[in-house]
């Protein structure tokens, strides 16, 4: 058979009507990527790179506005993701995603410090990075369907 001696990961590039990728048994989603989905990285990367330059901009609250734009862009790209694929999102997901991106943003930059000094604080929002979209990526998870049984 052609798969024989075939990288898997190349193989999964096929297109989908070959024969070879018709021959390819189903890959089931990993916890590991549940937990990744639920962060948003788009988002993320950004807000990452726009943090070294918040201090350059003399206004105060630049910060917290960067901050409640990637807030309200988290949801709102999700949506739009499942709209384009024809596969909505579940509302929990906006939640642990919106949360996923609060806790990055708060982890990478601090956002709130025209109001409150947050560095004390710096494990707490550490922690929630990780914490995060571990519990998301728990509470979403499928339940199995029950065997009838004999």
């Known amino acids: 058979m ?3 001696g075939m990288p898997l990961a190349l193989a999964r590039r096929l297109p989908p009507g070959s024969p070879v ?3 390819l048994p189903p890959v089931g989603e990993t916890d590991l990527d549940r937990i990744l989905k639920l962060i948003p990285t788009e988002l993320v990367a950004f807000y990452a790179a726009a943090v070294p ?3 350059e901009v003399p206004w105060p609250y630049f910060a917290f506005v960067l901050f409640l734009i990637g807030t309200a862009l ?3 790209i999700l949506y739009l993701d499942g709209r384009s694929t024809g596969q909505p999102a ?5 939640i642990v995603r919106t949360m996923g991106f609060i806790a990055w943003a ?3 930059g601090w956002p709130f410090s025209p109001w409150v000094a947050g560095q004390d604080m710096g494990w707490v929002r550490s922690l929630a990075v990780i914490l995060v979209p571990f519990a998301g990526a728990l509470l979403l998870r499928e339940k199995p369907l029950a065997h009838p049984g004999p």
């Open 21 to 23: 990728a018709s021959a």
């Open 53 to 55: 330059i918040i201090t």
């Open 2 to 4: 052609v798969l024989r």
């Open 106 to 108: 708060m982890a990478l």
């Open 90 to 94: 579940r509302w929990s997901q906006y």
């Open 74 to 76: 988290v949801p709102l």
